[in-house]
């Protein structure tokens, strides 16, 4: 398991861009809002713990995770952002949903990295069971969405050559 060993909270901050002058968009999933709320909450936190000011971050909710592709989409194009991320939950159930949901949230993410210039960071738990969306929220293994925040920092500073502006 990737995150047995590692807690997805922990950064550095003095290796972390200073994020004052930057705007942030979260789009944020209701369903399974007891898993996407703890992953805002450590998306923001850490974002304003590396210097981001509250009124440069921008929430948005959508109903579930197959239409975080469409609020990153439209958030993008109505706010001038250096990065977006999108937050969501979609655990395994008795049937293939869960599989078309997490492929299509995948691949429409991706696609909007590829077609915009403002990076999407996913932050979209997939996981088997709610115990384990509890543990990457918050839980043993930390807190997923402090991991978005500083990607979506990170990302956010790079120039057109790749690296750190």
């Not at 009124?55 to 975080?68: A, D, K």
């Not at 993008?76 to 159930?93: F, N």
Request: glycine share 8%.
């Amino acid at each position: 398991m990737a995150t047995e060993n590692k807690n997805l909270s922990h950064y550095n901050k003095a290796e972390i861009p200073d994020a004052k002058a930057m705007r942030f968009g979260l789009v944020v999933s209701e369903w399974n809002n007891q898993i996407t709320e703890p992953l805002f909450q450590g998306a923001y936190e850490a974002l304003l713990n590396c210097g981001a000011l509250a009124t440069n971050i921008i929430r948005w909710n959508v109903p579930g995770s197959f239409e975080l592709t469409y609020g990153c989409k439209k958030m993008m194009k109505t706010h001038t952002l250096d990065a977006v991320i999108a937050i969501g939950s979609v655990i395994r159930g008795e049937t293939s949903h869960f599989d078309y949901v997490c492929s299509a949230t995948a691949d429409g993410i991706k696609d909007l990295n590829v077609l915009f210039d403002t990076p999407v960071i996913f932050c979209v738990l997939t996981d088997n069971t709610i115990q384990q969306a509890k543990d990457r929220s918050g839980g043993k293994h930390g807190n997923k969405g402090t991991e978005a925040a500083i990607a979506a920092i990170k990302m956010a500073v790079l120039d057109d050559m790749g690296h750190k502006v």
